[in-house]
């Protein structure tokens, strides 16, 4: 009797666990309030698709929400302005960036040709697109010629795959009439986003339609500005990164993007019937164990076991590791070249400091403190390092936390889902390095320079130093008399010759305009002003056929390290190269703690 007491109570709690598990599945949606706005000063219009779910869509009760909705709200608070967001058509939003109606539009693909005519951010999201016809349809390249397409007016996908093969699409203002046409025969294929395409046959009620295609190609997204709009992409670039930094942008996605769904409990039972089925099956295998093994020892283990054949279920190919912080023994679970799934285990993992081997020194104590649970260890919290595990090469990776605790709370079993990031990290850093360069000359910006100063003058607060303010004499002259076209030339060569003159350890930027900056930490003045008048020296020769030179007026503050913060050198050496340009121009004129002219 007390065994099926305990079998029945077993059923019970495995039940409740399916059904609320399944229920936040099917509905995982959460209420969503865009923050209040008129805190600010100034206020930005900007732009998205109105059916464009996940991306950006009005919900249920009538709120604009999606991923871009929530993602420029969080860049207005990062950038202090408020968001006016609109929620048009597409064609009719991306015509009215390019007028001025709007200052920024979200979710514009990075193509060549958009790189040409709009200021683009760094990117901010990516999206797959296939082809989406009926269930039974069967895709061929080569019969395409021969098919109906349906996608949404200024979709990059026209130039990115379309124009390639030669074809041509019905342009609908969204894409629900994309859907709506295919279901009612007036088209063949609809081409969007893998995600957009399901929540929309989702919510339309959509019956015999999927995807039918492989993967066309990988859309990354980005906020547009209209051309000449160059400082204000800066201040999104500016507030993408801080929000990658922190961890919002990350958020962000698994909120609306790898999250977000709307459909019935019909829709989740016929999709995922095979799943169902296999769960079904685990559910009465834990059942039979249970029936004989209940003991403690023996519940413990087939708990972890559990776990780990759910993170071999939710990671598919992705190698695992496992640690088990009692015995000190990691396990690396992975799929070989041959495709071949092995397993790799190392006693004394910790103790014997065989981690030295596989981490970077920098992470070492980060890794250690993951594996032991030391940190805050929910399910799906990572972990990124540099190392070399399975790969003789020294890679990226993320480490993605599936804790296995017991009742009081400590750390059975760890197992971590090992993701090769890399390219993400590259791409990542490559975005950060371009938004903080100078688009003329490819110099340091005026942000990207003053942080670089800061962090020279904390890695070596005794050491001499000098701040230079440059400015090119007589400048506009060029701009008057050779176009701005020839004065961009000419400003992309004084940056090369400055550069040529100075020291390879030395800062060079653009603070704005024909006026440049510089900072070098050195032990005399002398060294400062034969630097200086040997980039005169370069300026003075031609810069463009023959046909002019230039001279630059140079104000110098030399102090030492700690005395003055980088603002404050900046306001002594602007001072400094006042005095130079109404002493005759061509000069370099020291000021600081001790004033001289040469």
């Known amino acids: 009797m007390k065994k099926r007491n305990f079998v029945v109570s077993v059923c019970v709690i495995l039940a409740l666990i399916i059904v609320v598990s399944a229920w936040d599945m099917i509905n995982p949606e959460e209420e969503w309030n865009p923050p209040a706005q008129g805190k600010y000063a100034e206020t930005i219009v900007v732009a998205a698709d109105k059916d464009y779910p996940p991306f950006s869509f009005v919900d249920k009760n009538g709120v604009m929400a999606g991923h871009d909705a929530a993602l420029i709200y969080a860049l207005g608070e990062e950038m202090k302005v408020n968001i006016d967001l609109r929620f048009v058509e597409w064609g009719t939003a991306f015509a009215g960036l390019q007028s001025g109606e709007y200052d920024l539009l979200m979710g514009v693909t990075n193509t060549p040709e958009r ?85 929309l046959i989702r919510s339309l009620k959509l019956r015999g339609l999927g995807v039918v295609s492989p993967v066309f190609y990988n859309s990354i997204y980005c906020v547009a500005a209209a051309a000449g709009r160059e400082a204000l992409i800066a201040d999104v670039n500016g507030a993408l990164v801080r929000l990658s930094e922190s961890g919002r942008l ?51 283990k087939l708990y972890i076991a559990t776990e780990r054949a759910r993170v071999l279920e939710e990671t598919e190919t992705s190698p695992i590791i496992e640690y088990d ?52 260890l929910r399910g799906g919290e990572h972990f990124e390092f540099r190392g070399r595990l399975l790969s003789d090469d ?63 003058l904390v890695a070596s607060p005794k050491a001499s130093c000098a701040f230079i303010m440059i400015d090119i004499d007589d400048f506009k002259n060029i701009n008057d008399n050779y176009g701005h076209s020839t004065g961009d030339e000419a400003l992309r060569a004084v940056a090369e010759k400055m550069g040529r003159a100075l020291a390879p350890d030395d800062l060079l930027g653009r603070f704005g305009g024909d006026e440049f900056m510089a900072f070098m930490q050195c032990d005399s003045r002398d060294i400062v002003r034969k630097r200086l008048e040997q980039m005169q020296e370069l300026l003075s020769q031609s810069v463009k056929q023959d046909e002019f030179s230039l001279t630059c007026s140079c104000g110098v503050v030399f102090t030492k390290g700690g005395i003055l913060t980088a603002e404050e050198m900046m306001e002594f050496a602007d001072k400094a190269l006042y005095k130079a340009k109404n002493s005759g121009k061509n000069r370099i004129f020291f000021s600081g703690l001790d004033e001289d002219e040469a």
């Open 115 to 199: 790189r040409a005519s709009l200021c683009l951010s760094m990117p901010t999201v990516s999206a797959t697109y296939v082809a989406f016809g009926k269930e039974w349809d069967t895709f061929s390249i080569a019969g395409l010629g021969k098919k109906r397409f349906s996608t949404i007016s200024g979709d990059s996908v026209n130039d990115l795959f379309l124009a390639l093969y030669g074809l041509s699409a019905l342009n609908c203002a969204t894409y629900t009439e994309c859907f709506r046409m295919l279901a009612t025969g007036k088209c063949d294929y609809v081409i969007a986003p893998y995600s957009t395409g399901w929540q």
């Open 394 to 456: 020294w890679r990226w990776y993320r480490l993605v936390a599936y804790p296995v605790k017991d009742e009081e709370g400590r750390l059975l079993r760890l197992f971590a889902r090992l993701e090769d990031i890399t390219d993400v990290v590259e791409k990542r850093e490559e975005a950060f390095r371009l938004a903080s360069l100078d688009r003329l000359t490819k110099l340091m910006n005026r942000e990207a320079f003053f942080s670089a100063v800061r962090e020279r």
């Open 325 to 376: 912080p009692l015995a000190d023994r990691i396990n690396y679970t992975f799929k070989n070249a041959e495709g071949v799934t092995q397993r790799v285990a190392q006693d004394k993992y910790l103790a014997g400091r065989q981690d030295e081997k596989v981490i970077a020194p920098e992470y070492l104590e980060e890794s250690r403190r993951f594996l032991r649970g030391k940190m805050s």
């Open 250 to 300: 990350a958020a962000l996605s698994d909120r609306w993007l790898n999250l977000y769904s709307n459909f019935s409990l019909y829709d989740f039972i016929f999709e995922n019937l095979s799943d169902i089925f296999v769960s079904a099956l685990i559910v009465f295998l834990i059942f039979f164990i249970l029936l004989y093994t209940h003991k403690r020892a023996s519940y413990r």
